[in-house]
């Protein structure tokens, strides 16, 4: 047992002691931190170790060691699905009696780590996007078409998927009009409620499509956060970092979550491979629904990551405050092209 005068570590003990290379069971020359806003990833010369904060907010809770522990052992068996031995284990962090950290045994956990094998960055998508071609995204895209033609079917009524759409909206919404956000990033409030009422009116407008979909079992438990960063052209290829926190959140409509791909793939001037994405979906799922849909959940999803953009500016001390403004700008943006230029209601 730990002694109970010894103090227990913060994050930034547990951050210090994980960035020194020797605290490592295998050998690396150097660690690497990268920090997302609600974990920290610490990569030696193989291996990547992410460290979830101790954060808790309307939508996901780590804020104890117990929840830390589950939503880590989650992440290890959802990110499986589309991954072949890259989430290896979950690793403890632990005390001896003397107060030391090891990632050896012996002592108490004080935190856990899911542990992955790394993957070569130059096969990223984001790597490869200038070069990329249809046929490099082929077992990718096969690989994620097998993938929603075996997810778990959600159980919703068309209400209850309608209902859910318009709560995101109006709660990201509400978000990026707080008013701190209003003073750090001066954004065109008009704008954002013309592009809210845009897509709130699509939902109306469109609400037996949208319903259809939740009736029709098109709602399934899918990625929930499928960006390029996520995706790797290996052989086989690999796609990591699902939302594990929230099954709401990651229960989608596939083309909402390849929209999402499209959009970001469309941000990095490569709008041909989101079309490509979308395409190879609709021809091997044998779902194809008017190409409103897809236009629609590309909008949803820019409103999203704007609020997502925009958060990070409220995390006390900001690394880059600059690049956080100019991301809410740019999806702000997109989301205004799909909403307000005529494309949204077109069929």
């Known amino acids: 047992m730990t002694d109970p005068a010894v103090k227990l570590p ?19 020359a150097s660690v690497r931190l990268v920090e997302t806003h609600m974990a920290r990833v610490f990569l030696t010369d193989h291996y990547a170790y992410k460290m979830k904060k101790p954060v808790r907010s309307s939508y996901l809770d780590f804020s104890s060691l117990d929840k830390r522990y589950a939503v880590c052992r989650e992440e290890l068996r959802l990110n499986r699905r589309l991954t072949d031995n890259v989430y290896l284990e979950v690793v403890a962090l632990r005390m001896d009696p003397r107060g030391r950290l090891t ?3 012996g002592g108490v956990p004080v935190e856990w780590l ?5 993957l070569r960055e130059d096969a ?28 778990e079917v959600i159980p919703l009524t068309g209400p209850q998927y309608l209902a859910r759409l ?37 939902q109306t407008s469109a609400a037996e499509l949208l319903g259809g979909r ?24 690999q796609v990591i970092d699902c939302l594990e926190f929230n099954r709401t959140l990651r229960c989608v409509d596939p083309v909402d979550e390849l929209s999402y791909l499209a959009l970001e793939c469309e941000l990095l001037g490569r709008k041909d491979l989101g079309e490509t994405a979308l395409e190879s979906y609709y021809r091997c799922c044998g779902d194809r629904p008017p190409p409103a849909l897809a236009r629609f959940y590309r909008a949803y999803r ?46």
């Open 103 to 105: 990632l050896g045994e």
């Open 302 to 347: 820019a409103l999203l990551r704007a609020h997502l953009a925009a958060a990070h500016l409220q995390d006390g001390e900001v690394a880059e405050p600059q690049k956080w403004r100019h991301k809410t700008r740019i999806y702000l943006e997109a989301a205004r092209r799909y909403c307000l230029d005529g494309n949204l209601g077109k069929t």
């Open 124 to 151: 990223s998508l984001p790597a490869l996007i200038d070069t990329a071609t249809t046929s490099m995204l082929a077992p990718l895209l096969q690989r994620l078409c097998d993938f929603y033609l075996d997810a």
């Open 166 to 202: 318009r709560r995101q909206c109006e709660d990201w919404h509400e978000r990026l009009l707080a008013p701190e956000l209003e003073r750090e990033l001066a954004l065109n409030v008009g704008e954002i409620n013309a592009i809210v009422t845009a897509l709130l009116e699509y």
């Open 214 to 237: 939740a009736e029709a079992g098109r709602i399934v438990e899918g990625h929930g956060d499928l960006r390029p960063e996520h995706c790797f052209l290996t052989q086989p290829p």
């Open 10 to 28: 913060d994050l930034e003990e547990k951050t210090r002691f994980l960035l020194a290379a020797a605290s490592y069971p295998e050998a690396t």
């Open 114 to 118: 899911v542990k992955m094998r790394r």
